[in-house]
């Protein structure tokens, strides 16, 4: 079950974000669905050769952002919230669009203006599309 | 019984050039406490005394709630010590060190001998004098886990071990954890080794404990702050800011006692914040000796 969770060293986040958005990454594409039992602290710290405390840490910040539930003596599952997958689909992107904001904002650039970056982002991307 | 796998109070040793001074320590069971430092600060020293190799000038030792040095034999046989070095007998193999390590500990529990053969790619019929360093090592290693002790102490476990056999000792102790009654007590100047298994870290330097905490608040008490700094700006002096250096406009803060409210603090004196970076524990093990070297120096 946590097969293909990958902590990496060249990843300039601290361990316990890596864990959380892979968590989230399993939940948006539907691998780990609503409601379903996940590994407790403990085993994942294992399987992932990290310690228990990062895990517990990203388990506890989950939980805050209501992505997973932990019942005392039970265990941890996914949150039983009809939709939760494309909820954090839409989460991952309204941070990179806010990501974007932020850097163009030191560039001195509008919001508004963004908007013909976004057409010109996505011309590029065509382009490269059709080359391959 | 006490939750703590190990407790030092108060402790402190004399040599002709160096000391140990007032080392608080407590190591609580079911975790891993990394022990860091540059050489030649204490570590080793530190450890022996756990074991009762070297008796504390003064202060109060207790290891799996046994005063040591004074009962060392009792505790020894739930713990599992391995350093640098410790002496294999040259002309004999492995699987001779097995047998006689099961004979000693009633607790031997040879399925896992086995496993752990297997796991670190070692021969028990290989004679050790043909080993290599890490194999050494893992032969060591594993004479010391199939006793399957409460507790561990290992000095340096991973030092000069090449990346797959670094990887293997990592998930072999990450393993032990599975038993919350377990705990491991390790010492290594790799950072990352400690940044990625240990639960508690404790920073010595110079015979002296800088910082020992969980390590996930120890992670999140440091950042790094790229500030630009217009010309005629000068940057406040804020506290938890152990040091700034500018060149020109670009100006780095580092905080090891961050709060949100030094980003404001900065912008309100006409700096601009860049970015606010979290530290990697390399990064915050060479700005805490640094500091820590500053200190002593002034």
């Known amino acids: ?132 | 019984m006490s939750d703590l796998a190990i407790e030092l109070a108060g402790v402190g040793k004399k040599y002709p050039y160096f000391a140990l001074d007032n080392i608080h320590l407590e190591v609580p069971q079911g975790q891993i406490m990394g022990l860091i430092g540059p050489n030649g600060a204490g570590k080793s020293t530190t450890i022996r005394i756990v074991m009762g190799l070297v008796q504390q000038d003064h202060g109060e030792v207790r290891v799996l709630g046994r005063s040591m040095p004074a009962e060392q034999i009792a505790a020894k046989w739930d713990i599992g010590f391995a350093s640098e070095d410790m002496r294999l007998y040259e002309g004999m193999t492995l699987a001779w060190h097995m047998n006689f390590i099961r004979s000693i500990y009633a607790k031997w529990d040879a399925p896992y001998a086995q496993l752990l053969l297997k796991r670190f790619g070692l021969r028990a019929e290989q004679k050790i004098k043909g080993l290599s360093h890490g194999q050494r090592v893992k032969a060591t290693l594993l004479l010391v886990l199939a006793r399957r002790p409460r507790l561990l102490v290992l000095d340096e476990p991973t030092t000069g071990l090449d990346p797959v056999a670094r990887h293997e000792i990592l998930r072999e102790l990450t393993a032990v954890m599975t038993d919350e009654g377990r705990s491991i007590l390790f010492s290594s100047h790799n950072t990352q080794d400690v940044e990625q298994i240990s639960d508690q870290i404790t920073f010595i330097d110079r015979g002296r404990i800088i910082d020992s905490m969980d390590k996930e608040a120890y992670l999140d008490r440091w950042r790094r702050l790229r500030l630009e700094v217009p010309f005629g700006i000068a940057l406040p002096a804020l506290p938890g800011v152990i040091g700034i250096r500018q060149n020109g406009r670009l100006a780095v803060a580092t905080a090891n006692a961050f709060a949100p409210d030094m980003a404001n603090a900065y912008e309100s004196s006409g700096a601009r914040v860049q970015a606010i970076e979290t530290m990697t524990l390399e990064e915050i093990f060479v700005a805490n000796v640094e500091r820590s070297r500053e200190e002593v120096e002034a």
């Open chain 1, 1 to 132: 079950m946590t097969d293909g969770f990958l902590i990496s060293q060249s990843d300039k986040r601290p361990i316990y974000l890596q864990i959380m958005e892979q968590i989230k990454q399993r939940i948006a594409v539907g691998d780990w669905a609503e409601g379903q039992a996940i590994p407790s602290i403990r085993q994942l710290a294992v399987d992932l050769e990290v310690s228990v405390i990062t895990v517990k840490r990203a388990y506890l910040e989950l939980e805050r952002e209501g992505v997973i539930v932990t019942q005392q003596g039970k265990g941890s599952h996914v949150a039983s919230i009809p939709g939760l997958g494309l909820r954090l689909q839409e989460q991952e992107l309204e941070k990179h669009l806010e990501q974007a904001i932020r850097l163009a904002d030191l560039l001195g650039i509008r919001p508004e203006d963004l908007k013909a970056r976004l057409r010109e982002a996505e011309g590029r991307i065509k382009k490269e599309e059709e080359q391959v």
